[in-house]
């Protein structure tokens, strides 16, 4: 009886230890930070293929964004069920188009490559490719393959972004294979030694420290306010010190000193479809001020690049639903931080 309350008793010591440990952790996440980063870039990420699944001229968006935005840096998803919907038969002329349109205005590329790439699904893996894992595998490194010889030599494009998040199971996908992503890798840079490889985590459910290990750059995703049907609302209860404390843990373990924010949440995180909900739904996870707030949360983490995610909605709301008021929000954003 006494050995079970010395154990009882020194497992309450260690829990407490835990807790406490936690308490101590998440104050210090939430520490107030004075100083903006200011001279951060804002980017964003277009996705053709979400544009035109919510009803949108998904080339007016692109050229809005471009001309009325003024976004001079985009990451542009090369979505490989749309270049090879016929196995050894490749189309890129919609990415052809929007690397020319950035072109003629001086902007820049992240091209995003591979099966797991920005948008929902998150695979976008051709229906052909499905046949087994051989198949799927060895067809993934002759696109990722065909794709960075065709525009190693393109100015535009100034970085590679290899997988989205390929760490994170989230998403209609194959298991996780790191093997696989370092022959994604490999190949990308046997063609390619000139431009840096971005590799991206989730900024709130990882360390970081198996996609660092691998980047040039380490990209992260930034979401403050998410849904989940068992609680409904949820805002994650940290401050901007929590991505600085895993940015130190990649400098120690990964040897990784270059991170941006490759996707902070600029659109609303709801139940079901997006654009499927109704107005006043969508408005409680964006609005004018979340998106604001977000954007100074970002600077203050300190990171050089800020890429945003949302601007199909934001002109989706201006053209379909009369209401402009995200769109113009982020023109003053952009108008203030290029």
Same mark, same amino acid.
């Given at each position: 009886m006494n050995i079970l309350k010395k154990i009882l008793?020194?497992?309450?010591?260690?829990?407490?230890?835990?807790?406490?440990? $936690?308490?101590?952790? /998440?104050?210090? /996440?939430?520490?107030?930070i004075e100083n903006n980063n200011d001279s951060a870039k804002l980017g964003m990420t277009f996705s053709n293929k979400y544009a035109y699944s919510i009803g949108l001229d998904w080339k007016a968006n692109y050229i809005a964004m471009l001309d009325d935005l003024h976004i001079k840096k985009i990451r542009i998803p090369v979505y490989w069920d749309l270049v090879e919907s016929k196995q050894?038969?490749?189309?890129?002329?919609?990415?052809?188009?929007q690397l020319n349109e950035a072109r003629k205005r001086n902007a820049e590329i992240i091209l995003a490559i591979g099966q797991k790439t920005p948008r929902w699904p998150e695979c976008n893996i051709p229906a052909w490719a499905m046949k087994d894992d051989q198949t799927r595998k060895e067809n993934l490194l002759k696109y990722v393959d065909v794709t960075v010889r065709r525009y190693k030599d393109d100015p535009v494009v100034k970085f590679w972004q290899i997988e989205n998040e390929p760490f994170l199971p989230f998403g209609i996908c194959p298991a996780i294979d790191p093997s696989?992503?370092?022959?994604?890798?490999a190949v990308?840079?046997?063609?390619?030694?000139?431009?840096?490889?971005? $590799?991206?985590?989730?900024?709130? +459910?990882? %360390?970081w420290i198996q996609a660092a290990k691998?980047?040039?750059? /380490?990209?992260?995703?930034?979401?403050? #306010?998410?849904?989940? @049907?068992?609680?409904?609302? /949820?805002?994650?209860?940290?401050?901007p010190r929590f991505f600085q404390v895993k940015h130190n843990l990649i400098q120690l373990f990964a040897r990784q000193n270059n991170a941006i924010?490759?996707? +902070? =949440?600029?659109?609303?995180?709801?139940?079901?479809?997006? #654009?499927?909900?109704? %107005?006043?739904? =969508?408005? @409680?996870?964006?609005?004018p001020? =979340?998106?604001?707030?977000n954007v100074d949360y970002a600077e203050k983490v300190g990171f050089p690049q800020i890429y945003l995610w949302g601007v199909e909605w934001w002109y989706w709301l201006k053209e379909k639903q009369n209401h402009p008021e995200l769109w113009n929000t982020a023109k003053v954003l952009y108008n203030n931080r290029q």
């Open positions: 008793k020194v497992v309450g010591i260690i829990i407490a230890i835990i807790l406490g440990f $936690v308490v101590i952790m /998440f104050g210090y /996440f939430n520490l107030p050894g038969e490749y189309d890129f002329s919609d990415v052809d188009w696989l992503l370092d022959s994604e890798l990308a840079r046997s063609i390619d030694n000139t431009r840096k490889i971005i $590799v991206t985590d989730s900024g709130e +459910l990882s %360390l691998r980047a040039d750059i /380490f990209g992260t995703t930034m979401y403050r #306010t998410i849904y989940k @049907k068992e609680i409904g609302y /949820f805002e994650y209860p940290i401050g924010v490759i996707e +902070l =949440q600029a659109e609303p995180w709801i139940s079901g479809s997006t #654009t499927d909900n109704t %107005l006043e739904e =969508q408005f @409680k996870s964006m609005n001020a =979340q998106l604001v707030g």
